[in-house]
Protein backbone atom coordinates (compact mmCIF):
# COMPACT_ATOMS: atom_id res chain seq x y z
CA UNK A 1 0.00 0.00 0.00
CA UNK A 2 1.11 3.48 -1.12
CA UNK A 3 -0.57 6.69 -0.95
CA UNK A 4 1.17 9.59 -2.34
CA UNK A 5 2.10 12.53 0.11
CA UNK A 6 0.07 14.80 -1.57
CA UNK A 7 -2.81 12.85 -1.58
CA UNK A 8 -2.36 12.12 2.31
CA UNK A 9 -2.14 15.85 2.95
CA UNK A 10 -5.56 16.50 1.59
CA UNK A 11 -7.24 13.53 3.07
CA UNK A 12 -5.98 14.88 6.44
CA UNK A 13 -7.92 18.55 5.12
CA UNK A 14 -10.78 16.35 4.42
CA UNK A 15 -10.89 14.36 7.37
CA UNK A 16 -10.82 17.93 9.50
CA UNK A 17 -13.73 18.82 7.93
CA UNK A 18 -15.92 15.58 7.67
CA UNK A 19 -14.54 15.36 11.75
CA UNK A 20 -16.31 19.04 12.16
CA UNK A 21 -19.37 17.93 11.30
CA UNK A 22 -19.53 14.27 13.40
CA UNK A 23 -18.38 16.55 16.37
CA UNK A 24 -21.40 18.92 15.72
CA UNK A 25 -23.76 16.73 14.98
CA UNK A 26 -22.79 13.04 15.93
CA UNK A 27 -22.32 11.47 12.56
CA UNK A 28 -21.40 11.98 9.24
CA UNK A 29 -17.53 12.06 9.04
CA UNK A 30 -17.50 8.27 6.95
CA UNK A 31 -20.78 9.89 5.08
CA UNK A 32 -18.20 12.71 3.90
CA UNK A 33 -15.16 11.27 4.36
CA UNK A 34 -15.67 7.95 2.96
CA UNK A 35 -16.58 8.79 -0.62
CA UNK A 36 -13.83 11.52 -0.95
CA UNK A 37 -10.98 9.08 0.05
CA UNK A 38 -12.23 6.20 -2.16
CA UNK A 39 -11.99 8.97 -5.11
CA UNK A 40 -8.70 10.03 -4.27
CA UNK A 41 -7.43 6.73 -3.42
CA UNK A 42 -9.69 3.41 -2.77
CA UNK A 43 -6.42 2.50 0.13
CA UNK A 44 -7.82 5.05 2.25
CA UNK A 45 -11.28 2.82 2.14
CA UNK A 46 -12.13 1.24 4.87
CA UNK A 47 -8.89 0.56 7.16
CA UNK A 48 -6.90 4.29 7.87
CA UNK A 49 -10.42 5.82 7.67
CA UNK A 50 -11.16 3.91 10.89
CA UNK A 51 -8.17 4.46 12.56
CA UNK A 52 -8.77 8.24 12.58
CA UNK A 53 -12.03 8.09 13.22
CA UNK A 54 -11.63 6.12 16.21
CA UNK A 55 -10.14 8.40 17.72
CA UNK A 56 -12.72 10.89 17.57
CA UNK A 57 -15.55 8.66 18.27
CA UNK A 58 -14.26 8.33 22.26
CA UNK A 59 -13.22 11.92 21.96
CA UNK A 60 -17.16 12.92 21.20
CA UNK A 61 -18.73 10.01 23.64
CA UNK A 62 -16.36 11.68 26.22
CA UNK A 63 -17.16 15.13 25.93
CA UNK A 64 -21.00 14.79 26.78
CA UNK A 65 -20.89 10.97 28.30
CA UNK A 66 -23.78 11.81 30.87
CA UNK A 67 -25.79 12.22 28.10
CA UNK A 68 -25.15 8.12 26.70
CA UNK A 69 -28.17 6.13 26.28
CA UNK A 70 -26.36 2.85 27.68
CA UNK A 71 -29.61 1.07 25.91
CA UNK A 72 -29.17 2.03 22.84
CA UNK A 73 -24.80 1.33 22.92
CA UNK A 74 -25.75 -2.07 24.21
CA UNK A 75 -28.30 -3.50 21.98
CA UNK A 76 -26.86 -1.74 18.58
CA UNK A 77 -23.35 -3.25 19.95
CA UNK A 78 -24.52 -6.75 19.80
CA UNK A 79 -26.32 -6.10 16.36
CA UNK A 80 -23.14 -5.09 14.88
CA UNK A 81 -20.78 -8.16 15.76
CA UNK A 82 -22.87 -10.26 13.37
CA UNK A 83 -23.04 -7.55 11.04
CA UNK A 84 -19.19 -7.16 10.77
CA UNK A 85 -18.85 -10.54 10.81
CA UNK A 86 -21.17 -10.89 7.48
CA UNK A 87 -19.23 -7.92 6.44
CA UNK A 88 -15.68 -9.12 6.33
CA UNK A 89 -16.37 -12.50 4.23
CA UNK A 90 -18.06 -10.01 1.48
CA UNK A 91 -14.73 -7.58 1.74
CA UNK A 92 -12.34 -10.64 1.46
CA UNK A 93 -13.52 -10.91 -2.16
CA UNK A 94 -14.42 -7.44 -2.59
CA UNK A 95 -12.93 -5.34 -5.57
CA UNK A 96 -12.05 -1.99 -5.01
CA UNK A 97 -14.35 -0.59 -7.95
CA UNK A 98 -17.06 -2.63 -6.12
CA UNK A 99 -16.35 -1.33 -3.02
CA UNK A 100 -16.54 2.40 -4.52
CA UNK A 101 -20.17 1.52 -5.72
CA UNK A 102 -21.00 -0.38 -2.36
CA UNK A 103 -19.91 3.11 -0.61
CA UNK A 104 -22.09 5.25 -2.99
CA UNK A 105 -25.06 3.43 -2.85
CA UNK A 106 -24.78 2.72 0.72
CA UNK A 107 -25.10 6.64 1.31
CA UNK A 108 -27.69 7.13 -0.79
CA UNK A 109 -29.56 4.71 0.89
CA UNK A 110 -28.32 6.38 4.24
CA UNK A 111 -29.53 10.00 3.23
CA UNK A 112 -32.56 8.94 1.96
CA UNK A 113 -33.22 7.26 5.56
CA UNK A 114 -31.64 9.55 7.54
CA UNK A 115 -33.86 12.27 5.92
CA UNK A 116 -36.48 11.44 8.21
CA UNK A 117 -38.92 9.63 5.69
CA UNK A 118 -39.43 6.48 7.46
CA UNK A 119 -40.11 6.69 10.64
CA UNK A 120 -38.38 4.19 12.87
CA UNK A 121 -40.14 3.36 16.20
CA UNK A 122 -37.48 3.46 19.21
CA UNK A 123 -37.40 -0.03 21.21
CA UNK A 124 -34.72 -2.46 21.09
CA UNK A 125 -35.49 -4.93 18.06
CA UNK A 126 -35.07 -1.45 15.78
CA UNK A 127 -31.58 -0.86 17.82
CA UNK A 128 -30.33 -4.37 17.33
CA UNK A 129 -31.35 -4.51 13.59
CA UNK A 130 -29.56 -1.25 13.14
CA UNK A 131 -26.56 -2.25 14.60
CA UNK A 132 -26.51 -5.46 12.39
CA UNK A 133 -27.05 -3.06 9.28
CA UNK A 134 -24.26 -0.96 10.75
CA UNK A 135 -21.88 -3.17 10.99
CA UNK A 136 -22.29 -4.27 7.63
CA UNK A 137 -22.10 -1.18 6.15
CA UNK A 138 -19.11 -0.18 8.51
CA UNK A 139 -16.62 -3.10 7.25
CA UNK A 140 -17.50 -3.16 3.88
CA UNK A 141 -18.08 0.49 2.96
CA UNK A 142 -16.86 2.53 5.74
CA UNK A 143 -20.67 4.23 6.22
CA UNK A 144 -21.89 2.49 9.53
CA UNK A 145 -23.54 5.48 11.10
CA UNK A 146 -27.04 6.54 9.35
CA UNK A 147 -28.58 2.95 10.11
CA UNK A 148 -28.47 3.89 14.03
CA UNK A 149 -28.58 7.76 13.54
CA UNK A 150 -32.04 7.28 12.17
CA UNK A 151 -32.93 5.39 14.82
CA UNK A 152 -32.01 8.67 17.43
CA UNK A 153 -32.85 11.02 14.91
CA UNK A 154 -35.70 13.01 17.15
CA UNK A 155 -32.82 12.83 20.10
CA UNK A 156 -31.45 16.38 21.45
CA UNK A 157 -28.35 16.89 20.02
CA UNK A 158 -26.08 16.29 23.29
CA UNK A 159 -28.04 12.59 23.53
CA UNK A 160 -27.54 11.78 19.75
CA UNK A 161 -23.84 13.05 19.67
CA UNK A 162 -22.82 11.07 23.03
CA UNK A 163 -24.78 7.73 22.30
CA UNK A 164 -23.95 7.76 18.76
CA UNK A 165 -19.72 8.86 20.16
CA UNK A 166 -20.06 5.33 22.37
CA UNK A 167 -21.88 3.25 19.74
CA UNK A 168 -18.69 4.31 17.38
CA UNK A 169 -16.10 3.50 19.96
CA UNK A 170 -16.95 0.49 20.26
CA UNK A 171 -18.01 -0.74 17.19
CA UNK A 172 -14.42 0.21 15.65
CA UNK A 173 -12.90 -1.77 18.17
CA UNK A 174 -15.25 -4.66 16.66
CA UNK A 175 -15.32 -3.85 12.78
CA UNK A 176 -11.01 -2.97 13.14
CA UNK A 177 -10.52 -6.59 13.77
CA UNK A 178 -13.12 -7.44 11.04
CA UNK A 179 -11.09 -5.79 8.28
CA UNK A 180 -7.87 -6.74 9.39
CA UNK A 181 -9.46 -10.55 8.86
CA UNK A 182 -10.61 -10.07 5.71
CA UNK A 183 -6.77 -8.91 4.90
CA UNK A 184 -7.36 -4.98 4.35
CA UNK A 185 -5.86 -3.74 7.59
CA UNK A 186 -2.07 -4.31 7.81
CA UNK A 187 1.06 -2.33 9.10
CA UNK A 188 0.94 0.35 6.07
CA UNK A 189 -2.59 0.71 6.58
CA UNK A 190 -2.51 1.93 10.29
CA UNK A 191 0.31 3.99 9.23
CA UNK A 192 -1.55 5.91 7.26
CA UNK A 193 -4.83 6.03 9.68
CA UNK A 194 -2.20 7.38 12.62
CA UNK A 195 -1.24 10.32 9.38
CA UNK A 196 -4.93 11.12 9.21
CA UNK A 197 -5.84 11.52 13.42
CA UNK A 198 -4.50 14.78 13.51
CA UNK A 199 -7.65 16.19 11.33
CA UNK A 200 -9.41 14.21 13.54
CA UNK A 201 -8.29 16.08 15.97
CA UNK A 202 -8.63 19.55 14.76
CA UNK A 203 -12.56 18.91 13.18
CA UNK A 204 -13.46 17.63 17.49
CA UNK A 205 -11.52 21.39 18.32
CA UNK A 206 -13.37 23.55 15.66
CA UNK A 207 -16.86 21.41 16.53
CA UNK A 208 -17.42 23.35 20.41
CA UNK A 209 -18.51 26.70 19.55
CA UNK A 210 -21.02 25.17 16.24
CA UNK A 211 -22.90 22.31 18.60
CA UNK A 212 -25.53 24.66 19.66
CA UNK A 213 -26.18 25.87 16.06
CA UNK A 214 -26.42 21.90 15.21
CA UNK A 215 -28.71 21.91 17.59
CA UNK A 216 -30.87 24.24 16.30
CA UNK A 217 -31.32 22.40 13.05
CA UNK A 218 -29.04 24.59 10.79
CA UNK A 219 -26.65 21.73 9.77
CA UNK A 220 -27.82 18.53 9.18
CA UNK A 221 -29.76 19.49 5.82
CA UNK A 222 -26.54 20.33 4.81
CA UNK A 223 -24.89 17.12 5.63
CA UNK A 224 -26.85 15.24 3.85
CA UNK A 225 -27.17 17.04 0.57
CA UNK A 226 -23.50 16.92 0.64
CA UNK A 227 -23.61 13.39 1.50
CA UNK A 228 -26.08 13.12 -1.25
CA UNK A 229 -23.76 14.69 -4.21
CA UNK A 230 -20.65 12.85 -2.74
CA UNK A 231 -22.74 9.81 -3.15
CA UNK A 232 -23.65 10.14 -6.77
CA UNK A 233 -20.35 11.97 -7.81
CA UNK A 234 -18.71 8.48 -6.84
CA UNK A 235 -21.41 6.18 -8.34
CA UNK A 236 -20.73 8.14 -11.36
CA UNK A 237 -17.13 7.08 -11.73
CA UNK A 238 -17.30 3.63 -10.91
CA UNK A 239 -20.01 2.68 -13.40
Known amino acids: MSVDADILLLAVLVMAAAATVQASVGFGANLLAAPTFAILDPDLVPGPIFVATGVLTLATALRERDDVDRTVVGWATAGRIPGSILGALVLAAATDRSIQLTVGIAI ?5 LSSGVIRVPERRE ?8 SGFGATTAAIGGPPVALTLQHRSGPALRATMGAFFAIGTLITIPAIAAAGRLGGDELLVGAALVPGALVGFAASGPLRPRVDAGRVRPLVLALAAVAAVVLIVRTV
Open 108 to 112: LIAVI
Open 126 to 133: TYFGAGVV
